[in-house]
């Protein structure tokens, strides 16, 4: 659907060079919620805005459903345009028009007669759901309403793929869960695929199926979400990962294990982080069984992701001659991911 | 006392007509000049250095020359326009000639404060620069417009009294000839009061419209 390849964007101004994309490769297939997640000025808005050309890139190649964007004439690039959908951060809806004339804006661009746009607009504001907002203006509206717009402005032409450069960042946690929870229906109804730049780990959680973590021009890291939120390969994705505190040992569990580290002679403090089918089993129950140990659990935590459980759990595991141990190894080689627990 | 009505009513109406008609023939080439001046900038939809250049440094020059020199400078250019180089309307070329460059700058400083993103996002949707500018950027600064529209009718209530200079006639004038060349101090208070009266009206009436144009937003 999207393939981008070796992009790269550099600035220059008179206080020198700054290379805001840095031999970019990424595929995105149809029907994907794709997030880019960095942080500020890591690059991620510029490389959305390489997709529509917005951003015209220095060099590279990025290619939309076999078309490459880059060797486009003007008259062209518009063409394109109206199939790529955009949101933004500030919704950027026109002060001057009303809810209804701001989704019918794109249609007018577009050419189509007052009778096509009537309907088409009707359509969008109920997918929405503001129809009965479609006479207000947009400073009349709430953050979350004006957003709504901006999803129902940037549909109108049907687009096959949309773009959300910060979509949700303006938005209160409330009003973000209502806006993604609109943007997976249209993509399961619609089969949109969508781009979502994001400093917000919570986004990629609740609707990306993949995931490119972006740092200082380049991708470091990109995945399947859950392989991601699972195995975090770089230590910029650990650190988004520590904002949806799902894998973190909270600090005052900390210093607990660090006091029972001293006191412990034979046991271990172990971290099992558990994903997919495997945590349908009774694992632990089966370790205590089979080494004779005994098994305290200090802290646990289950989520899912794309609808597949994950979770971390601290447990003090704790047996005579060496039995920990081996209930440790043997953790290790039912393919769980264990370590043991040293705190500094 | 009926000829000094008959004077002031004269007088009134032609600074009227000469405002009037100047505004609207100012409006007509100011604004696209405005919307040039802005889009062939740096960075903007129709970038042209060498256009923007151009125009540029023209509006300054007509708008550094004071007005009286201006009369006097396109009386040529005034009787190839219009036929003639005195009278009422003959005033009405410097007067438009004095007023476009100004609210091609008004209209300009007026576009520079739409937001960008706003513009971005018609751009994204596939926007041509000349429904940018139609659709996006004279709607979204239309209440900023119209605030400079009512700047510069006020401010041509003023050039217009100049206008005697080239018989153009109007209220200034009449406050010369008979308020100050004839000792006549009623004259000269009465067209004062005339005057500041319409420059009150002007800026209530711009005022509305403007008020009118941003409702909502």
Redesign the interface.
Known sequence: MIRIRNLTKVYTSASGTVKALDGINLDIERGDIFGIIGLSGAGKSTLLRCI?L?EKPTSGSIEIDGVEMTGLSPRE??????K?G?I?Q?F??????TVRGNVA??L???GFDRKTIDEKVDELLELVGLTDKAKS?P??LSGGQKQRVGIA?ALA?DPKVL?CDEATSALDPETTLSILKLLKDINEKLGITMVIVTHEMNVIKQICNKVAVIEKSRVVEQGPTFEIFSRPKTQTARNFLKSVSISEIPEELKVKIKALNGNLAEGRVVKIGFFGEITAKPILSEVVKKFDVNANILYGNIDHIQGMPFGTLVVQLEGKNGTADSAFSYLRDIGLDVEVVEID | MTETLKLLFNATTETVYMVAVSVLIACFFGIPLGVLLYSTDKGKILQNSLLNKIMGTLVNIFRSIPFVILLIMLIPFTRWLVGKSIGTTAAIVPLSVAAIPFVGRLTETALREVDRGVIEAAQAMGASPFQVITKVLIPEALPSIAAGITITAINLVGYSAMAGVIGGGGLGDLAVRYGYQRFMLDIMLYTVAILVVMVQLIQVLGDLVVKYLSKNR
């Open positions: 529509n917005l690039l518009k063409e394109m345009r109206k790529i955009m933004f500030h950027n809806l026109l002060s001057s028009r804006f794109p007018e661009i577009a203006f400073s009349q402005r032409c773009l």
